[in-house]
């Protein structure tokens, strides 16, 4: 079997460098994603003969693995993957693949897997250029919401700093008493810790954050992690419902200070949340990251 431990705050280094050589752009592929939510899915970890491989339950309990990073040979690390999950008498699958990813796993074990895509979690990649300007017939009701944002209230942007982790800290629980106070759904429960954990530990997750103070509060903030080269990855997004225009102008402000220096953003999936997906697209994302899974023929 393969040697997995638990993710800890002191791997980040060794996995982020797997991460950011493979320059994949999935929000999966994240340390901070990985850490804030292992408690949900019992992420572990090996590295061996220069692949790392992660392991964890998927929503529907099901136990499987990342597409392994690395530089050697590939055939040789998905074999050790079907061994690992044969020796621990499970199926072998491998979760969040994209089409490339199937590609690779073709050429070097040709027909022996099956892949079948979710639209549930494709990712939304927008251009960074598109989010910061908001230029264009498309994106003319976003401008309305943040004019009407900026005639409403008195408004300053601010870096998440250890100052303001409080205040931030504060504005998600008054977001969660928005939402039947984030203790009997499981996602939100789960949401909960992951937060505390981010909050916790911010500095030391390598996090980039914004806020807005409004009329004296903080009542928006929003935070993520660059995925490689060319795309940063935002991993969440809070403002109360209250505030006209406040997600729009979190989005755009976020986009401005943070991912300038980024071809693109990627804003993760809709879960399957009709609400969720109406808003997404309705900031035109330049391509959806098509994701799904592979399993081994029986």
């Known amino acids: 079997m393969l040697d997995f431990k638990p993710v800890m705050i002191a791997d980040k280094d060794s996995l982020q460098s797997f991460f950011y050589k493979s320059n994949f752009r999935n929000c999966d592929f994240s340390f901070s994603n990985i850490y804030m939510w292992k408690h949900l899915y019992n992420t572990l970890f090996a590295i061996e ?3 790392l491989y992660i392991r964890f339950h998927a929503t529907e309990n099901a136990p499987g693995y990342l ?3 690395g530089d050697g040979d590939l055939k040789k690390a998905l074999e050790r993957i079907c ?5 621990r008498m499970a199926h072998v699958y491998l979760y969040a693949i994209t089409p490339e990813m199937f590609n690779w796993i073709e050429n070097v074990m040709p027909g022996q897997f099956i892949y079948e895509k979710g639209r549930d979690w494709y990712e939304y990649i927008y251009s960074s250029e598109d989010l910061i300007s908001l230029v264009g017939k498309k994106f003319q009701a976003k401008r309305n919401h943040i004019n009407k944002f900026k005639r409403t209230y008195r408004w300053e942007y601010l870096p998440i700093t ?3 982790i409080p205040e931030c800290v504060e504005l998600y629980e008054r977001w969660c008493a928005e939402n039947g106070g984030c203790n009997n759904e499981q996602s939100l429960v789960g949401e909960r810790v992951a937060t505390q954990k981010v909050f916790n530990n911010y500095e030391k997750l390598g996090l980039l954050g914004g806020a807005l103070r409004i009329d004296g509060e903080i009542l928006a903030y929003s935070y993520g992690q660059p995925l490689g080269k060319d795309t940063f990855g935002v991993h969440a997004e809070k403002c109360l ?6 997600f729009t102008m979190m989005n755009q402000q976020f986009a401005e200070h943070n991912c300038a220096d980024y071809t693109y953003i990627n ?3 809709d879960l399957g949340l009709e609400s969720l997906r109406k808003a997404k697209m309705s900031y035109q994302p330049a391509f959806l990251l098509e994701k ?3 399993r081994i023929k029986e």
């Open 49 to 51: 003969d220069g692949f």
């Open 67 to 69: 597409f392994p990073l």
């Open 83 to 87: 061994e690992d999950a044969w020796e």
């Open 162 to 164: 250890r100052e303001i």
């Open 241 to 246: 419902y209250e505030i006209d225009g406040g």
């Open 267 to 269: 804003r993760e999936e």
């Open 292 to 294: 799904g899974y592979v």
